[in-house]
C-alpha cells in the first residue's frame, strides 16, 4: 500500500495570505496524484488532479505542483471559503488507492 | 449538471444488512466508472469499492471483500452498495463518486452529498 503523508496537521492563516500544503508517498506515484477540498458537513470536492491540472471550476489561486514522493498544493491568497480541509489522493497502485490523512487551514 | 444522490444509510445491528443506493443525472452514466468512498466520524476518507462502466470490472478494498457487493443499474442511472455482515468500524459517511474522466480510473471528479451508516447495538 502506498502511504501519504500531509504536512502540517494544521496551518493557521490570515486571510490573504499563501498557504502551502505538503504531500509526501511512500514509493513514486509519478504525476497520479489528487487534492481535494473538504468543508465541514460537505462532499470532497476535486481540485486538482495529475498533479498539476486544476479541475471545472476552480480557481487560478488553487495550484498543484510535484511528482514522484514529493507534492504541494499552493493557495496563492486565501479567501474567507478556503477555510477546509485538504486532502491529497493518489491513483498509482490503482485500484488500491490511498488518501493522505488531511490538512487543516484554519483562520489565525 | 453532474449531480449524485445516495440513500439509503441508517442505523444497523451489527451483523445486520443494508442496501445503499446513488441516483446519477446530468450525464451519461453508462459511461463512467464509479466508487464508494466512505468516511468514519472525523476521520480521513477511504476508497471502498470501484465498477467499471459495463460492470465488467468490479475492486473492492480489504476491509470490505467478502461483505460488500457494489452493482449499477445503467438503464436507471443507478449504483448500488449491498452491504452484508456489518461491523461497528464500518460506520461512516458513504460517498458516491464518479470518475473524473471515462476510462481514466482513480480520481473522484464528481461527489454526492453523502449517507450516513450508523452500526450500532
Known amino acids: 500500500e502506498i502511504v501519504l503523508t500531509q504536512s502540517p496537521a494544521t496551518l493557521s492563516l490570515s486571510p490573504g495570505e499563501r498557504a502551502t500544503l505538503s504531500c509526501r508517498a511512500s514509493q513514486s506515484v509519478s504525476s497520479y496524484l489528487a487534492w481535494y477540498q473538504q468543508k465541514p458537513g460537505q462532499a470532497p470536492r476535486l481540485l486538482i488532479y495529475?498533479?498539476?491540472n486544476r479541475a471545472t471550476g476552480i480557481p487560478a489561486r488553487f495550484s498543484g505542483s510535484g511528482s514522484g514522493t514529493d507534492f504541494t498544493l499552493t493557495i496563492s491568497s486565501l479567501e474567507p471559503e478556503d477555510f477546509a480541509v485538504y486532502y491529497c489522493q493518489q491513483r498509482s497502485n490503482w485500484p488500491r488507492i490511498t488518501f493522505g490523512p488531511g490538512t487543516k487551514v484554519d483562520i489565525k | 449538471e453532474v449531480q449524485l444522490v445516495e440513500s439509503g444509510g441508517g442505523l444497523v445491528q451489527p451483523g445486520g444488512s443494508l442496501r445503499l443506493s446513488c441516483a446519477a443525472s446530468?450525464?451519461?452514466?453508462?459511461?463512467?466508472?464509479m466508487n464508494w468512498v466512505r468516511q468514519a466520524p472525523g476521520k480521513g476518507l477511504e476508497w471502498v469499492s470501484y465498477i467499471s462502466s459495463s460492470s465488467s470490472t468490479i475492486y473492492y478494498a480489504d476491509s470490505v471483500k467478502g461483505r460488500f457487493t457494489i452493482s449499477r443499474d445503467n438503464a436507471k442511472n443507478s449504483l448500488y452498495l449491498q452491504m452484508n455482515s456489518l461491523r461497528d468500524e464500518d460506520t461512516a459517511v458513504y460517498y458516491c463518486a464518479r470518475d473524473l474522466r471515462i476510462a481514466v480510473a482513480g480520481t473522484g471528479g464528481y461527489w454526492g452529498q453523502g449517507t450516513l451508516v450508523t452500526v450500532s447495538s
Open positions: 446530468g450525464f451519461t452514466f453508462s459511461s463512467y466508472s
Open positions: 495529475d498533479a498539476s
